[in-house]
């Protein structure tokens, strides 16, 4: 009977892992580049966005001034330098994919630069549930390194 139970719980831990794995790895389907809209947050808290209306997943967009593609230069090198992987970009986005440390999950960062000096953010992780304010504080080490940028 223990013997059973002992398979049964490591199988159960071991479907559990694959499914972490395959959530982490896989990249969500509503990414901007995907869907050509900037997704809001679902209600868990692992989520933080300019375009979010409660203040679990509210954070405030990035702004700039002068000239656009000079700023989304420095955008992007700024990502880069905080230890992001731009996957995609186009006119203006930005989608990088962060690694966590520890558990090595996978985090999007959204960014969407417009013409009126508003970059609107979003940073969300593919598995974690509670991210213990990972993502907040990857927008906020992103908004001082960018306006740090010369």
Do not use: W
């Amino acid at each position: 009977m223990l013997k059973t139970f002992s398979i049964a719980l490591l199988m159960s831990a071991l479907l559990f892992a694959g499914y972490g794995v395959y959530r982490s790895l896989t990249p969500p389907s509503d990414l901007y580049s995907t869907t050509g809209q900037f997704a809001g947050c679902p209600t868990r808290p692992s989520c933080v966005s300019s375009m979010a209306g409660d203040d679990l997943h509210k954070v405030a967009a990035l702004g700039y001034s002068g000239d656009f593609a000079a700023n989304y230069v420095m955008l992007k090198e700024v990502v880069e330098r905080i230890g992001g992987t731009i996957e995609h970009e186009r006119e203006g986005y930005i989608h990088a994919v962060f690694v966590t440390p520890k558990m090595k999950f996978h985090d999007d960062l959204e960014l969407l630069m417009l013409p009126n000096g508003r970059v609107d953010v979003r940073s969300i992780s593919r598995f974690a549930y509670d991210d213990h304010g990972v993502n907040r504080s990857r927008v906020e080490q992103l908004r001082r390194a960018f306006e740090a940028m010369p």
